[in-house]
């Protein structure tokens, strides 16, 4: 991992430009190859990034100014101007054990990689934990008409948690093989989800699936029981 924090103006072309003007900011290259910008505000999202495989190549301008170009499998590319260093280090960080969910929410996960569609007709699974570069979601399925799902699952579904999935899917949807069809849609399924967070998911387009989690579990079957 290695941590530059320098006053740094980025510049993103793709299928879409933004632009940061010249401001301190941490630079954050990881191991796996991902860049990410990051500012003293906005939680933990980053400004801008870009996710492996991509390549960085560190120059200078023709007046002299340390410039970044990195470029992403599609030619995307991230070009930051460096104004000035403030701080750089590097750290091995090792292997990660991975986030550790507690006994409820991890096997909610399992029980609806068995069942994708109980969360919509149709939806099969591809893969659990599909890893990006800010964090694995959960479930990724495809619907019946071969379009992307990503799915976020938690106990209690609050606006964190949309958040979270509006993130991953910002990314999902920068991949041309994901989005060859059309682009990556989102689930957020929680035992429960907080009415703000249902606004929230909605305005977002993201669909949100309320989970049975003893219907699952096949211990409260509505075809069986007496009452």
């Keep these: 991992m ?6 740094c103006q980025v510049d993103y072309a ?3 430009t933004a632009h940061l003007p010249m401001a301190t900011r941490v630079l954050m290259i990881k191991a796996d190859g991902s ?3 990051h500012s003293d505000g906005g939680s933990y999202k980053p400004l801008n990034w870009m996710s492996p495989p991509c390549t960085l190549r560190e120059g200078t301008t ?18 930051i101007l460096i104004e000035e260093v403030v701080h750089e280090s590097s750290h091995d960080l090792g ?4 986030l550790q969910k507690d006994g409820v929410e991890k096997h909610l996960q399992e029980l609806l990689a068995e069942h994708p569609a109980s969360l919509s007709p149709g939806l099969t699974l591809v893969r659990r934990e599909f890893p990006t570069a800010i964090g694995p979601v959960d479930l990724m399925c495809r619907d019946g008409e071969g379009l992307s799902v990503a799915v976020e699952i938690k106990r209690r579904g609050e606006i ?4 979270q999935l509006t993130r991953y899917l910002e990314l999902l949807n920068r991949e041309p093989l994901l989005t060859s069809k059309g682009p990556v849609r989102g689930i957020f399924a929680a035992q429960e989800i ?8 909605t305005d977002r ?10 219907a699952l579990r096949g211990i409260d079957d509505s075809e069986h029981r007496l009452f």
């Design 14 to 16: 793709g299928r879409l």
């Design 160 to 163: 964190d948690g949309v958040e």
């Design 62 to 79: 023709d007046d002299g100014q340390v410039e970044w170009t990195v470029t992403s499998k599609t030619a995307d590319t991230l070009r």
């Design 2 to 7: 290695r941590l530059v924090v320098a006053r």
């Design 95 to 98: 292997i990660d054990p991975g």
């Design 205 to 214: 387009g993201i669909a949100c699936a309320v989970v049975d989690y003893d």
């Design 35 to 37: 860049v990410l910008v």
């Design 194 to 201: 907080k009415p703000q967070a249902r606004v929230l998911a």
